[in-house]
């Protein structure tokens, strides 16, 4: 059974710092590049990061940047997002996304609450 799945999502204070973690089973992710995408409530899924296959080349999106890490495991089959100095405007759904030319696998998503 393929499938992704997200997890270390939780409430965090504003200025903290959580890891969030993208497994894959059923496939491994090696040649696959991988995408973190969050949607706040009322808002559309946007694209915040991501690492390719070949040379592991990363991408921030501007409210991100300097904030949060990329990254990924081959031995471990896993992809993460390394998040600090959360704001409340981080407050989201994330999910991550392995995607090879087209063929991609969504996680169910996991949920970063910033609040005090």
């Known amino acids: 059974h393929v499938q992704l799945v997200e997890s270390g999502g939780g409430l965090v204070q504003p200025g903290g710092s959580l890891r969030l973690s993208c497994a894959a089973s059923?496939?491994?992710?090696?040649?696959?590049?991988i995408g973190w995408f969050r949607q706040a409530p009322g808002k559309e899924r946007e694209g915040i990061s991501c690492?390719?296959?070949?040379?592991?080349?990363?991408y921030y999106t501007e409210s991100v940047k300097g904030r949060f890490t990329i990254s990924r495991d081959y031995a471990k089959n896993l992809a993460y997002l390394q998040m600090t100095s959360l704001k409340p405007e981080d407050t989201a759904v994330y999910y991550c996304k392995a995607d090879l030319f087209g063929l991609d696998y969504w996680g169910q998503g996991t949920q970063v609450t910033v609040s005090s």
């Open positions: 690492i390719s296959s070949s040379d592991g080349s990363t």
């Open positions: 059923g496939f491994t992710l090696d040649r696959y590049a």
